[in-house]
């Protein structure tokens, strides 16, 4: 089955599968061979659980080890995780798509933690909608799969004190969230822990999805929220965060690790009047202009918009990104619950999300057209 999902995930160059059936045999191949990665088994005829991956792992540091289990075997698989696999999976929940991107994933991290000199840390964004019902959700979503398809390891951030927009999207249910992670104090929240609780995408991000229950959001304080994303940084290339449109103590703990801060507002006259009211609190949370942008998008084609060079004037700072009408294509890509950019890759909305997403990977933001 895993060799038949790689080689259809694979395209023009599907993975070369090796597969043994014991772990002996399994440690001598690597031992002999040439592999990129190991897709270890938890459950074989001669090893089970946790010493599985401990006898493989002390046997062949050097290989990237993604560990395969079962839902009932979750625990080891995350104990194996903090103890160096690169990463696990779970039988039954497999996808061809999923398999060979988090197995390249795997084989990135393991160049950079063995070679020369450690990964320089991620990128942190930071989106926040000037008013309710921005799309500041979709824009995330979407610009981490833009992410993913550019080649990126992304974690998207569901910073909110109640499950919100990433559940409702995605029709997904964690098992684990960010309320979990609160509960620990600050000094505990690492990578690892982080790692445990971020849920792997179909489309290749990594999530956090917000509290489920509204009392774990109270503990979103800033010593927290910057231990988190210390964390992430240390995970992926990419951290984007989605941020509440009401004022709160998480955006200006956010916002001092964040570059850029984008403001996202509906191509309306309202929703750049919500833009002009939220400068004082941008300015207040520290941000200068020269790390800010904002994304404008385009609900209703019917009614009068303003245009992308007066809502810059009246900011004063570029629009990175301009999204054209999407209702019908956002709502097929709801129903099947991915982003828009995975849906209808060939739209245009979808292209300007991957745009935007390019512009994000620059060194300095550039304005878009438009």
């Not at 991956?53 to 540091?61: L, R």
């Not at 390249?104 to 991290?109: D, H």
């Not at 926040?128 to 921005?134: D, E, L, Q, V, Y």
């Not at 951290?239 to 956010?254: E, H, I, K």
């Amino acid at each position: 089955m895993i060799r038949e999902a790689l080689s259809a995930a694979g395209g023009t160059a599907p993975a070369q599968v090796h597969w043994v059936d014991r772990l002996a045999t399994g440690m001598e191949a690597a031992r002999d061979g040439a592999f990129d990665a190991v897709l270890l088994d938890l459950s074989l005829p001669d090893s089970r659980g946790f010493q599985t991956f401990e006898k493989f792992h002390s046997h062949v540091p050097s290989l990237p080890v993604v560990v395969l289990t079962g839902l009932d075997d979750e625990e080891i698989a995350l104990r194996a995780a903090a103890e160096g696999a690169q990463d696990y999976l779970v039988k039954g929940t497999l996808k061809p798509a999923a398999i060979l991107r988090v197995l390249r994933f795997a084989v990135q991290r393991n160049r950079v933690s063995t070679g020369p000199s450690r990964r320089a840390p991620g990128k942190i964004v930071g989106f926040m909608g000037a008013k309710g019902g921005s799309g500041t959700t979709t824009i995330v979503l979407n610009v981490a799969a833009a992410l993913v398809r550019q080649g990126h390891s992304v974690a998207a951030l569901e910073m909110r004190p109640f499950r919100a927009g990433f559940s409702l999207q995605l029709r997904l249910s964690p098992r684990r969230d960010l309320g979990d992670l609160l509960k620990l104090d600050e000094g505990k929240i690492d990578s690892v822990e982080l790692r445990s609780h971020l849920v792997l995408a179909d489309f290749g991000a990594h999530l956090l999805f917000a509290p489920q229950d509204p009392e774990s959001g109270a503990r979103l304080d800033q010593p927290r929220i910057e231990a988190l994303l210390r964390a992430a940084v240390d995970l992926v290339d990419y951290v984007l965060l989605d941020l509440p449109s009401t004022p709160s103590n998480v955006q200006p703990a956010c916002a001092r690790l964040c570059n850029p801060f984008l403001l996202v507002l509906d191509r309306q006259m309202t929703g750049l009047a919500a833009g002009r009211n939220t400068l004082p609190l941008l300015r207040f949370w520290g941000l200068e202009s020269d790390c800010l942008g904002s994304v404008v998008v385009t609900k209703d084609p019917m009614s009068a918009y303003v245009s992308s060079a007066q809502v810059a004037m009246d900011l004063g700072f570029p629009v990175v990104g301009v999204i054209p009408p999407a209702a019908e294509a956002l709502a097929a890509s709801y129903k099947l619950g991915a982003p828009l950019v995975v849906t209808d890759q060939e739209s245009l909305p979808a292209e300007s999300l991957e745009l935007l997403a390019k512009r994000l990977a620059d060194p300095v933001l550039t304005e878009a057209a438009g």
